[in-house]
């Protein structure tokens, strides 16, 4: 019953965090995770020069136990839409992803509303898909 009850919780993956790691003197990582003032931090600083990068190799695990604790599980899964983002994010799949057919067209037609509609999903992604999974757990509870 306990395995089941935190199996239902994981909400983000300890390899996409690690695979977006790679990427994580960008930040892409700490994005993910739904970090997104020290995400943008590292993105400008390109992972505190480095430092703060290496040293969140270790601290992945402690980022992915948070993350499961603080956003609603349910249906979308948070990897699928954070790989859409990350790599396909300027052309809105992720946002059709998300059942959001006309901002997925408006990215598709304006290269991710000129880049900052994409930079705004990285700020918001994890709490957008949180909602969408309350509501609809308000509406079919």
């Known amino acids: 019953m306990t395995h089941t009850r935190i199996a239902a919780r994981d909400t983000h993956s300890k390899l996409i965090g690690y695979l977006l790691w790679l990427f994580g ?4 990582h700490r994005f993910y995770y739904g970090k997104p003032v ?3 931090i590292w993105f400008f600083t390109l992972g505190l020069l480095g430092v703060g990068w290496l040293i969140d ?7 992915d136990r948070q993350a499961d604790l603080r956003f609603q599980a349910g249906p979308t899964n948070y990897s699928l839409a954070w790989l859409l983002l990350t790599f396909l994010g300027v052309f809105g799949i992720h946002r059709f992803y998300l059942g959001k057919w006309l901002t997925g067209l ?4 304006t290269f991710g509303l000129f880049g900052l509609g994409v930079l705004y999903d990285f700020w918001t992604l994890n709490d957008q898909i949180s909602v969408r ?3 609809r757990g308000i509406f079919n509870g």
């Open 25 to 28: 003197f960008l930040g892409a």
């Open 57 to 63: 190799l270790f601290l992945i695990p402690s980022m």
């Open 133 to 135: 999974h309350a509501r």
């Open 106 to 109: 408006v990215y598709l037609l």
């Open 38 to 40: 020290t995400g943008t």
